[in-house]
């Protein structure tokens, strides 16, 4: 499946789940470990949880299973390794304490996926 797609499929599984502030970063040229970062925050411990297993999965039912994921049992942080798409989804705190976005996005500018 090409990332494109399944950058969509994610997108569509946490608008849907009601995730906030989403927003993705195109990696290509910066890291060979995936194409598509995809940042998302969840209200709870018990939402981010269930944010990540939905992403996993409707992914999962759309052809590509997740190649992990870490993160679900404690819900401040979880990663859903989607090989050319990984999924952050986090508690704002967090979200706010790590800056992942503005890590990955030196040079370029995060798309806001709301």
């Known amino acids: 499946m090409e990332p494109e797609e399944l950058?969509?499929?994610?997108?569509?599984?946490?608008?849907e789940m009601k995730a906030q502030d989403i927003k993705s970063l195109d990696v290509?040229?910066?890291?060979?470990?995936?194409?598509?970062m995809i940042f998302?925050?969840?209200?709870?411990?018990?939402h981010v949880k269930s944010l990540a297993e939905s992403v996993a999965f409707q992914s999962?039912?759309?052809?590509?299973?997740?190649?992990g994921t870490e993160g679900t049992l404690e819900g401040e942080w979880a990663l859903v390794d989607l090989n050319g798409v990984v999924v952050h989804i986090m508690q704002p705190?967090?979200?706010d304490f790590y800056q992942l976005e503005r890590l990955w996005s030196v040079g370029?500018?995060?798309?806001?996926?709301n």
């Open 28 to 36: 290509r040229g910066k890291t060979s470990i995936t194409d598509i």
């Open 40 to 46: 998302a925050s969840g209200t709870s411990d018990r």
């Open 7 to 15: 950058k969509q499929i994610v997108l569509n599984t946490l608008e």
């Open 60 to 67: 999962k039912q759309a052809g590509q299973a997740p190649l």
């Open 108 to 113: 370029d500018k995060a798309t806001d996926d």
């Open 93 to 95: 705190k967090v979200r």
